[in-house]
């Protein structure tokens, strides 16, 4: 069974209370989406391998820490996802980008891709795939079920919000993915939307509607 890691720093917990607040404005909502991404992205790198590098200081020679291997490949699930990767990215600046597209049939539930560009050969390369809401897990299990099948050196799902309903189904589908959240919610509505969370995360981040 895959793990789920709850980020309950008091900063993150904070800027979460702001963004599920209804009348908090696009930019605002859009800036707290950055900034609580870069708070994440911070605990889901803790376990990154380094590697020592001959520096030189003003003072001496040392060996100092650096990151090891090839970069971290960060892939966003369209649209919403952009949100959390663009905090990303000013933590790990030199990241590769994925993109994937995939929408909700609104019947079905069922996600379907429409655009899949991922950076080539990501064997060696840990891999973080973002999307604010893990819902009913439909695009998070065929996200990661398509970055799989590429075989990444390792795999991890970050979300701003999860429901118990969508992580049951993520972990059938790849129990040996980790899931790092700022909150598992209470449930799903009828229509699929995370109680209590924050409505629709694409909607409040674009402005859309």
């Known amino acids: ?24 404005p696009t930019n605002v909502f859009r800036q707290l989406l950055e900034e609580i991404s870069m708070l994440m992205g911070y605990e889901v790198t803790r376990d990154l391998p380094l590697s020592k590098e001959r520096i030189e200081t003003p003072l001496t020679e040392m060996d100092a820490p650096v990151l090891a291997g090839k970069k971290v490949v960060l892939v966003s699930i369209l649209r919403a996802g952009d949100g959390i990767l663009s905090g990303c990215l000013k933590l790990l600046p030199s990241a590769r980008v994925g993109h994937i597209g995939l929408y909700r049939d609104p019947k079905t539930l069922v996600a379907v891709e429409y655009y899949f560009k991922i950076p080539e050969e990501i064997e060696d390369r840990d891999v973080i795939v973002v999307d604010p809401m893990l819902a009913t897990g439909n695009s998070a299990i065929a996200a990661v079920e398509r970055i799989a099948e590429l075989k990444p050196k390792s795999l991890k799902f970050l979300c701003l919000l999860a429901a118990p309903e969508g992580i049951a189904e993520f972990h059938d589908a790849h129990p040996n993915v980790p899931i790092y959240t700022a909150s598992v919610d209470e449930k799903l509505n009828e229509k699929g939307y995370i109680l209590p969370g924050l409505g629709d995360a694409g909607d409040r981040l674009f402005g859309t509607k």
Do not use: N, S
């Open 1 to 24: 069974m895959a793990d789920v890691t709850v980020i309950d720093h008091p900063l993150v917990q904070h800027k979460l209370t702001l963004m599920r607040r209804k009348e908090t």
